[in-house]
């Protein structure tokens, strides 16, 4: 019987694992990462087989295991980094929002297309620019206007 793809995932990330403990970690070329990196190589197959696998259960699991932390990472650090302040809801509402709707796009990933880092970084930030251009519409729309007009008496 032919194994899932997320069976294949869990085979090669236990020998990755076992490869590390007795070779240590990469070589990489360039300087070396100052923090501990949240979206690795290891996420990046983990995507990849989560899209392939037919099976709900074994997807949830590898998504709750591999993929949930990262895309709440992602999405902390470019919430953050842009400071995106015209959202009138608090900020875990707007971060779960997010995640959620870059789970709706991961099937839009396709393997040999690219990181999914830099994919799912871009879907992120042009979402939050989005959502934050419209409630800034939407503020624009519900200011009083005696701050509108301040030259001529209204009332």
């Known amino acids: 019987m032919d194994k899932s793809p997320v069976d294949k995932f869990y085979e090669w990330h236990a020998a990755e694992l076992k490869d590390i403990e007795e070779n240590g970690p990469r070589k990489r070329r360039g300087r070396?990462?100052?923090?501990?990196?949240?979206?690795?190589?290891i996420t990046d197959e983990a995507i990849h087989a989560y899209n392939e696998e037919p099976n709900w259960g074994k997807r949830n699991k590898?998504?709750?295991e591999f993929i949930n932390y990262p895309f709440n990472k992602l999405v902390e650090?470019?919430?953050?980094?842009?400071?995106?302040s015209y959202f009138d809801v608090p900020y875990e509402d707007v971060k779960a929002?997010?995640?959620?709707?870059?789970?709706?796009k991961i099937g839009k990933f396709k393997k040999?297309?690219?990181k999914a880092f830099s994919y799912f970084s871009i879907v992120a930030k042009n979402y939050l620019i989005?959502?934050?251009?419209?409630?800034?519409?939407?503020?624009?729309q519900r200011t009083d206007l005696k701050v509108v007009d301040e030259k001529r008496n209204l009332d």
């Open 97 to 104: 929002e997010v995640v959620a709707f870059l789970t709706e």
């Open 77 to 84: 650090n470019i919430y953050h980094t842009f400071r995106f």
């Open 62 to 64: 590898v998504f709750s």
């Open 112 to 114: 040999g297309k690219g």
């Open 32 to 41: 070396k990462p100052s923090k501990k990196q949240y979206f690795t190589y």
């Open 130 to 140: 989005i959502q934050n251009n419209a409630n800034y519409a939407k503020m624009k």
